[in-house]
Each structure stands twice: as C-alpha cells, then as structure tokens.
C-alpha cells in the first residue's frame, strides 16, 4: 500500500514518538510504499506568537504540502498520529479534498481533555468529558497556562463546531477497549472508533534469574512515583530497580532498596525486565496503553499495576499480574509482599503473559490489524464517494 504518515513531534521524545517509529518500521518491513510528513515542535521556538495560534487552529503550511504530497505520491491512504500543535487539524480537510481516508491514532485523550490525561492536582478530573473544554482554560490544564490553554480549547472548540473530529476522519484508532469508551463519552462517532493495540518485536526470553521489582518510565506526578517510593518503604529488604528520569526524581533518595538505573536502551530495558521477578505500574492517571506492558508480558513478566482505566483491562489479576488500589501505598505494598512470598505462582503469571503476549501484541498480528483498518476505511470511503 501507499500511505503517507503524519506526525507532529513532541518537543522531549515520549512512548509515542517511539510506537510511531515501530508502526513506520512494521509498515516498511512489509513492504509497502511510505512517506512521512512531519513536524517538530523544536520549531515553534522560530514562529512569532501570532503566526503559531494561526498555525495551531489552521495550518495553511500543511494543507499546501499535504496537498502537495497527495498530488505526488497518490496513497492510499493518510495515516495520522499528532496534529499538535503544528500541523492542526486542517490536515483533515486537505485530506478530504483529495478523497483520501484518514486513519487517526489516538494516543492519548487530546480531543477531550486539555492535558490530555484527565488529571488534576494529583487526581482524575473528568470535568471536560463530553462538554466544552472551557473549565480548562481557568484551570490553566495545558502547560499551566491560561493563554495557551485558551488556545487549544479555541483549537478544539472551533473544530468541533465545524465537525472536522466526526465528518473528516474515516477510522480513528483507540489503544484498548475502556479508550474506546471515553472517546464515545466524548462525542466521537462510536462506529469509526476500532482498537488495535500497541505491539513490541522483543525476542524470546532468556532463562535469567528472576529477582527483585522492577519500574520503567518516565518519573512524574501521573505515574505514581510518590505512591511506589511510600510502598517500598513498608518492604524492608526488598529491592527496587528504577528506570527513568524526571522531574521526580527526588523521591527515589534515601530509600532503602530502591536502584536509580537511568534512561536504558530498548536492549537494557529488555535485560531487566528478563532477570526481573514483576514490574510494577503505578500510575494514577487513564494510561492509554502503555509500551512497557506489552514489553514486560513478551519477557515473561508479570505486571502489579494500578487498578483504573485501562490498566484494569489489560492486566487479569491473578492470571497475569496483581492489581492493587491507585494511590494507595499499602494496598500495593500488600500485593508485592504477596509476589515475593509466592514465586511460583508469579512464575507462572509470567507464562500467562507471555502467552498473551504472543496472542495478541506480536508486530505479525498488529500488522495483520492495521491493514484491515486501511483496507476497511477505504472500502468505505469508495463506496459513499
């Protein structure tokens, strides 16, 4: 197939800008014919305020080079995954011009939420679901900032009044099942939402040692650092292996058993995971589908993870991991406790894992997916124009 892909580049490199390179990297591997559009928002420190708030709500730059890029390339089909804040939306409508279908990723809950997590002060905030996203603007969600938050929420508003988010998107794609529902919650229409899962191409396991937890991420407020440090400290003798960086970093001083490791390569990453006994997920936010389960159930590693959104889903207690309160400290250091006094059956989580794993999170199978998307969305779109 041809397809031209779309991505507006974070300005600190994230879990989506690498899923982005691993679908570019499956596309290609397969063969088929690819051209990438893209923007980095390293470039916003060269656009004068004005011309960026333009360039926020309707990119006239990016309808003359999609247009351009369609004329030229004849795809098939136009597959994005960011449109901020570089891009916009008016992508969207160039697409539609050339009758191209659309495919839209969504990696996190940008169209409903400012910060696009559905986190307040430390907590859910769902204010916005299914309305204006105006409570954002006095709440300063985006950056912190009324006068950016005000901009996004124009962005969103404007767009939603000219239904570009229902009319111009041929399939949008949701990460698992409870995404699916919030986006439905938020307006999109429910029968051009399908869920396709992230994927990960790890080898087979080595037969390591397995001992000891283990964190990957990023270290900030949402991904419940504070509750995985306060947990730790109720576990004497146990060891933590952290790795990551971030602006909370603090926490993780002068606790006993807990291991700072740094950013690791995705090699590294897939060492520790492999002599690692579970892995540990926090987080107290709506995580869409976070890489490192997926990477952690192809190593054979159990998962303990906050019971809310999508992580209630994607981890089966008992069968593939342990799920344990949000937020609450005991309640996780109750369950690690349990994993440490019963290796054997952790063991074999780790197994169900994996055989979840090579069920339903191969690149093989994903690529399956993702091309039955393509091909749906665009035997859709012939038939009705």
Not at 55 to 81: C, E, G, M, Y
Not at 357 to 375: P, S
């Amino acid at each position: 197939m041809r397809i031209i892909v779309a991505h507006n580049n974070y300005m600190h490199r994230g879990g989506e800008d690498v899923v982005v390179e691993s679908e570019l990297a499956l596309l290609r591997a397969h063969g088929h014919e690819l051209i990438e559009y893209r923007r980095d928002n390293a470039e916003i420190a060269g656009i004068n305020k004005s011309a960026l708030l333009l360039d926020t709500i309707w990119s006239r730059k990016t309808v003359a080079d999609i247009t351009n890029l369609i004329r030229d390339f004849q795809p098939d089909v136009i597959h994005v995954h960011n449109t901020f804040p570089l891009i916009s939306p008016s992508l969207y409508w160039a697409a539609q011009r050339a009758s191209i279908p659309i495919i839209q990723t969504l990696h996190n809950f940008r169209l409903l939420c400012l910060n696009a997590m559905f986190l307040r002060e430390g907590k859910v905030c769902e204010d916005c679901l299914g309305r204006l996203p105006l409570v954002g603007i006095g709440h300063k969600c985006y950056r912190d900032s009324m006068v950016q938050s005000g901009v996004l929420a124009g962005t969103l508003t404007l767009h939603r009044g000219l239904r570009t988010y229902q009319n111009k998107i041929s399939r949008y794609i949701a990460l698992n099942e409870f995404c699916r529902r919030k986006f439905i919650e938020g307006g999109l229409p429910a029968s051009r939402i399908v869920v396709k899962p992230n994927f990960i191409d790890f080898p087979a396991s080595q037969n390591l040692q397995r001992q000891g937890f283990l964190f990957v991420g990023r270290l900030s407020e949402e991904k419940g650092i504070k509750t995985l440090m306060q947990a730790i400290e109720l576990l004497p003798g146990s060891v933590l292996r952290v790795a990551g960086v971030g602006p909370e970093m603090g926490f993780l001083n002068n606790v006993s058993g807990v291991v700072g490791i740094g950013n690791l390569s995705i090699d590294e990453v897939q060492h520790e995971m492999q002599a690692s006994m579970a892995l540990v997920l926090p987080s107290i936010w709506f995580e869409n589908f976070p890489r490192t389960i997926v990477e952690a159930f192809s190593c054979g590693l159990p998962v303990i993870a906050s019971r809310i959104g999508a992580l209630a889903d994607l981890v089966e207690h008992g069968v593939t991991g342990l799920l344990f309160q949000p937020g609450n400290a005991q309640d996780l250091a109750k369950k690690m406790k349990w994993a440490l006094e019963n290796p054997i059956l952790m063991e074999e989580m780790g197994h169900n894992a994996r055989a979840k794993y090579l069920a339903e999170y191969t690149a093989e199978r994903n690529h399956q997916q993702l091309i039955a998307i393509y091909q749906d969305a665009i035997s859709e779109y012939d038939d009705t124009n």
